[in-house]
């Protein structure tokens, strides 16, 4: 046992809480509600040991500084999830199929979309494996998918996954679209240069600028917005729209919605909006 494992556990002053909130809220818009001490305690006391600071304090003044910078991306990372699957939702999948690419496909135009929160990459990739099937051959297609986190997005960009993360993909795309390797934990699935071409994986952090000028036709900001309050919500879905193409469709999560958000987009189904 090392002695930093015997060492007592760093408090959480309700001065380091309120820091935290504030800091979280600056650098990644999250909204962390009252009450979360001890979630913000457990997940980011391991990060203060492993960065070899004492207490709260000394880790939230060093995340202030120049040194501190790339740690800020650690805690971001921490204090949300990564949770995703491929096909998740899939009505929206259906409605792409069904609604956005033959529009796209009969005004002949390239199709431009945007995974904003991409996590791992299952969303991008299953994007991707739909369009392959549906769109003709050698189709104009340019998928962008960005994560605040740069560890997600580089294990995005390596596109293997294990059998338990395949669980939505059915037996006939699994042999399509992915190469199977033995692994020490059963089969590794990796995905096909075919997917992989149509996707750029970059860092990007919603709350700063963003570098791309659309437009898009689809954003897909799914699971995401769940993290930030409403005047930052507001205020995405306003940058969203500046970056849709008229007649762009964005989809947000199933347990998110713009009800209650002021917006200028035509309601289409359940977290499905249009400009
Ligand atoms: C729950 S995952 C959703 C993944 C996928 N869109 C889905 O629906 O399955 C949320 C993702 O949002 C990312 N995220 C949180 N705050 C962000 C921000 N300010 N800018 C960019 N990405 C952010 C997280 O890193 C995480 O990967």
Sequence with gaps: MTSSALAPAPTLTAADFA??????????????????????HSRLARRLRETGHATFTAYLDWLQTAAGRD?????VD???????????????FDYLVQHVLPAV???????????????SGEEPY????????????????RILATDIST?????????????????????ARRKRWFTQQPSPTGVQFT??????????????????????KGPFDAILCRNV????DKPTQARLVQRYWELLAPGGHLFVGHSESLTSLEHRYRYVQPAVYAR
């Excluded at 820091?19 to 913000?40: D, F, N, T």
């Excluded at 299953?126 to 297609?141: F, H, I, S, W």
């Excluded at 560890?151 to 037996?171: K, N």
């Design 105 to 119: 496909v009969a005004r002949g135009t390239p199709l431009r979309l945007w995974s904003a929160g991409c996590s």
């Design 151 to 171: 560890r997600i997005v580089e294990r995005a960009r390596q596109g293997r996954y294990t059998a338990d993360q395949m669980a939505g993909v059915s037996e």
């Design 126 to 141: 299953t994007l991707a494996m739909v369009l392959r099937e549906e769109l003709p051959a050698g189709y104009d297609v």
């Design 225 to 228: 917005m769940i993290y930030f």
């Design 19 to 40: 820091r935290v909130v504030s800091l979280a809220h600056e650098w990644a818009g999250l909204a962390i509600p009252a009450g979360k001490e001890g979630l913000v």
């Design 71 to 75: 740690e800020r991306t650690a805690v």
């Design 191 to 212: 995905v096909s240069r075919e997917l992989r071409e149509w996707i750029r994986f970059a860092h990007l952090n919603l709350m700063g600028e963003w570098p791309m």
């Design 78 to 92: 921490l204090l949300t999830t990564n949770k995703t699957d491929f096909f998740r939702e899939p009505a929206h």
